[in-house]
């Protein structure tokens, strides 16, 4: 009975990593939402900016793991990990930063609620999309320097 339950203990981090992810929102789909809105629906705004936010930082997700490799590989003939230990406390400190800075737009922004919690929401994917863009075109373009 012991060594049942023990097989099924191990058995299940591979059930729960083997469950199907949910795809990110496509911009077609972003696009769409964003066309559907009648008005000034600060409600139907703040539900196509958090589509929007979860397709930016999957693609921001894509481009870090990608960089993390290319800094990994960097690191590799010193056998240090020196470029990759600081490629992760600069992306660290980009969250807090992101946090802290869309915190601050949130509650400054005049309005209702809704209204804060949509230019929290448009701080952070303006962030994302930047931080993106510049490890893209500084590490992964053909033009790195």
């Known amino acids: ?85 600081k490629f992760i406390l600069s992306g660290q400190s980009f969250e807090t930063f992101v946090k802290r800075e869309c915190d601050f737009v949130g509650i400054t922004t005049k309005g209702n609620k809704r209204v804060e919690a949509n230019a929290e929401l448009a701080c952070r994917i303006g962030y994302y999309r930047l931080r993106t863009s510049i490890l893209t075109n500084r590490h992964l373009s053909q033009s790195s320097y």
């Not at 769409?32 to 958090?50: F, P, T, V």
């Open 1 to 85: 009975m012991l060594k049942a339950l023990l097989g099924f203990a191990l058995l299940i981090p591979f059930a729960v990593s083997a469950a199907p992810q949910k795809e990110p929102p496509t911009a077609d789909a972003v696009a769409q939402c964003y066309s559907a809105i009648q008005g000034d629906n600060q409600e139907a705004r703040g539900k196509c900016l958090a589509m929007e936010l979860e397709m930016v930082q999957a693609t921001y997700k894509d481009v870090t793991d990608r960089v993390a490799s290319y800094a990994k590989a960097l690191d590799k003939p010193s056998g240090t990990r020196t470029r990759w230990n």
